[in-house]
């Protein structure tokens, strides 16, 4: 099936795009804060918890910065309004990272402000490997001020990961990080390819940051991971206050269900916003195991 998904997810382009609308709608709340706010009290009567992305990232000007300021800050309102059991996902180049850093962190510093004042939480998401560096020096800056309101993701397909989470561990106070797979091309020589090896790496850094005190969440749509880690919150006796697993909204929601029966704590990634049609296209060609998805969903129509 993999060669299909790689198919379908490069001539998607092709595809009209209320074709696409259509097809990607189940992976995406809406265009406005009101659809997601529909989508959490949904996912919360299903027993999930959920976190809020709005789409848009590698932007062109930092007057789309200031925008996408002003937007998280209405969404964090609307979170703290409708008491809403639900935090906020962010991507630097969304804030300015690749135009410049020190407007990102200024600008994400206002955002991390008002989530410290409402008692919220951000999650700082990984992008290529050209921003790490910057990513997790930015990330390091805010968790010094708000330790309590502030996260990180981390990629297990990145040869550089062990290394970094054993840095954060020992300079970032309540260190709460994301572990995923990691989704974009990158060369052999940073990033494993082997999927045997990923996941091995996965377990590894789950195990590293469990040890080392960190809150985790377990963001994976892998069945045999999922097994694996609760494998591992038994052999260790790791407290639920500890983990959360997370998916993305409209993936495998059958594995969903069977985690929140086991008795453990799911986040949902909900994304929304004008921007839908540019992420759903990178997100399926970076991720072709999500093109498979699709495509399944169209054969059950």
């Given at each position: 099936?993999n060669?299909?998904?790689?198919?379908i997810?490069?001539?998607?382009?092709?595809?009209?795009?209320p074709?696409?609308?259509?097809?990607?709608?189940?992976y995406?709340?809406?265009?406005?804060?009101?659809?997601?706010?529909?989508?959490?009290?949904?996912l919360?009567?299903?027993?999930?918890?959920?976190?809020?992305?709005v789409?848009?990232?590698?932007?062109?000007?930092?007057k789309?910065?200031?925008k996408?300021?002003?937007?998280?800050?209405?969404?964090?309102n609307r979170?703290?309004k409708?008491?809403?059991?639900?935090?906020?996902?962010?991507?630097?180049?969304?804030?300015?990272l690749?135009?410049?850093?020190?407007?990102?962190?200024?600008?994400?510093?206002?955002?991390?402000?008002?989530?410290?004042?409402?008692?919220?939480?951000?999650?700082?998401?990984?992008e290529?490997s050209?921003?790490?560096?910057?990513?997790?020096?930015?990330?390091?800056?805010?968790?010094?001020?708000?330790?309590?309101?502030v996260?990180?993701?981390?990629?297990?397909?990145?040869?550089?990961?062990?290394?970094?989470?054993?840095?954060?561990?020992?300079?970032?106070?309540?260190?709460?990080?994301?572990?995923?797979?990691?989704?974009?091309?990158?060369?052999?020589?940073?990033?494993f390819?082997d999927?045997?090896?990923?996941?091995?790496?996965?377990?590894?850094?789950?195990?590293?940051?469990?040890?080392?005190?960190?809150?985790?969440?377990?963001?994976?749509?892998?069945?045999?991971?999922?097994?694996?880690?609760?494998?591992?919150?038994?052999?260790?006796?790791?407290p639920k206050?500890?983990?959360e697993?997370?998916?993305?909204?409209?993936?495998?929601e059958?594995?969903?269900?069977?985690?929140?029966a086991?008795?453990?704590?799911?986040?949902?990634?909900?994304p929304?916003?004008?921007?839908?049609?540019?992420?759903?296209?990178?997100?399926?060609?970076?991720n072709?195991?999500?093109?498979?998805?699709?495509?399944?969903?169209?054969?059950q129509r």
């Amino acid at each position: 099936m993999n060669w299909m998904n790689r198919f379908i997810a490069t001539t998607l382009p092709a595809v009209p795009k209320p074709i696409v609308r259509f097809f990607s709608k189940k992976y995406i709340a809406g265009n406005t804060i009101n659809d997601a706010v529909r989508t959490i009290n949904d996912l919360a009567d299903q027993g999930c918890i959920s976190t809020v992305d709005v789409l848009g990232e590698f932007i062109k000007n930092l007057k789309e910065a200031d925008k996408t300021v002003r937007e998280y800050l209405k969404i964090l309102n609307r979170i703290d309004k409708d008491g809403l059991n639900c935090n906020i996902s962010i991507k630097l180049t969304q804030f300015g990272l690749t135009i410049d850093k020190e407007k990102c962190y200024k600008n994400v510093l206002k955002i991390a402000k008002s989530v410290h004042e409402k008692n919220n939480f951000v999650r700082i998401d990984m992008e290529d490997s050209e921003c790490t560096t910057d990513t997790l020096d930015i990330f390091s800056r805010l968790a010094q001020k708000y330790p309590d309101n502030v996260g990180i993701v981390i990629q297990s397909y990145m040869r550089r990961s062990m290394k970094d989470i054993t840095g954060l561990l020992a300079t970032i106070p309540k260190l709460n990080v994301r572990i995923c797979k990691g989704i974009y091309i990158e060369p052999r020589d940073i990033a494993f390819k082997d999927p045997a090896i990923i996941n091995y790496n996965y377990m590894a850094l789950l195990e590293k940051l469990f040890e080392g005190g960190a809150y985790v969440g377990i963001a994976t749509h892998d069945e045999k991971l999922v097994f694996h880690s609760q494998e591992l919150i038994r052999k260790l006796d790791i407290p639920k206050d500890r983990y959360e697993f997370q998916m993305l909204l409209g993936v495998d929601e059958q594995l969903r269900r069977s985690i929140i029966a086991n008795g453990h704590r799911l986040r949902v990634y909900v994304p929304y916003g004008q921007k839908w049609y540019a992420y759903s296209l990178r997100r399926l060609k970076e991720n072709p195991q999500i093109a498979g998805y699709v495509l399944r969903g169209m054969l059950q129509r």
